[in-house]
Structures are given as structure tokens and as C-alpha cells.
Nanobody, 116 residues
Framework: QVQLVESGGGLVQAGGSLRLSCAVS????????MAWHRQAPGKQRELVAA???????NYADSVKGRFTISRDNANNTVYLQMNILKPEDTAVYYC??????????WGQGAQVTVSS
């Protein structure tokens, strides 16, 4: 059973930076990819960034060039470095693990608020 615990959310001014962390435990060998999703009030959850077990990454167009997903295999942690934050980045950010063909394990979420 995969378990995910996020940390690192908070309040930041526009133009600032934050780094989210996701500690992964259990069933690590079965994970095909890790991702960060986000959900803003009144909006659907969207994929922000993903990284496969082979290290391939992809990003939503809205965050390309500003956000970076990475992983530390030794510490079983996935990161999302967020730079040049904008008010529209305000959302709850969720770490997710893909086992098989769907993201079926989720963390509890971390609030990120960007003030203008």
C-alpha cells in the first residue's frame, strides 16, 4: 500500500518561490510515475507536473519554465519547486502515485496561497 505525505505549502507573495515535498512509503517498487496535481476553488483538479520511474517529466503549459518536478530516490521523496509564483497558482496541491494506468494513490493535500 502506497502512502504519500505532502509538506511545504504556505503563503507567498507573487513572484516568490515555494518547494513542496512528498514523502513516499510502501509499495515503492510498483510505482510507474509520480505527479503533482492541484485544485483551485470552483475548478477541476488538474495535472501540474509528472515524473516517470525512468525520469521522464512533463508539465502543464501554465507552469512550464517556472515549476520543476524532481525526485530523491535515496530518500523516497518527490519535490515540486515552484518559482515566479502567480496568484492563479493558488490551490491545494496533491501528490499522487500511478500504479498501473491511473493515479490511484493520493496525499492529503497542501495549501499554496499566492498573494498579489
Amino acid at each position: 500500500q502506497v502512502q504519500l505525505v505532502e509538506s511545504g505549502g504556505g503563503l507567498v507573495q507573487a513572484g516568490g518561490s515555494l518547494r513542496l515535498s512528498c514523502a513516499v512509503s510502501g509499495g515503492i517498487g510498483s510505482i510507474a510515475a509520480m505527479a503533482w496535481h492541484r485544485q483551485a476553488p470552483g475548478k477541476q483538479r488538474e495535472l501540474v507536473a509528472a515524473i516517470t520511474s525512468g525520469g521522464r517529466t512533463n508539465y502543464a503549459d501554465s507552469v512550464k519554465g517556472r515549476f520543476t518536478i524532481s525526485r530523491d530516490n535515496a530518500n523516497n521523496t518527490v519535490y515540486l519547486q515552484m518559482n515566479i509564483l502567480k496568484p492563479e497558482d493558488t490551490a491545494v496541491y496533491y501528490c499522487a502515485a500511478r500504479v498501473g494506468f491511473a493515479y490511484n494513490y493520493w496525499g492529503q493535500g497542501a495549501q499554496v496561497t499566492v498573494s498579489s
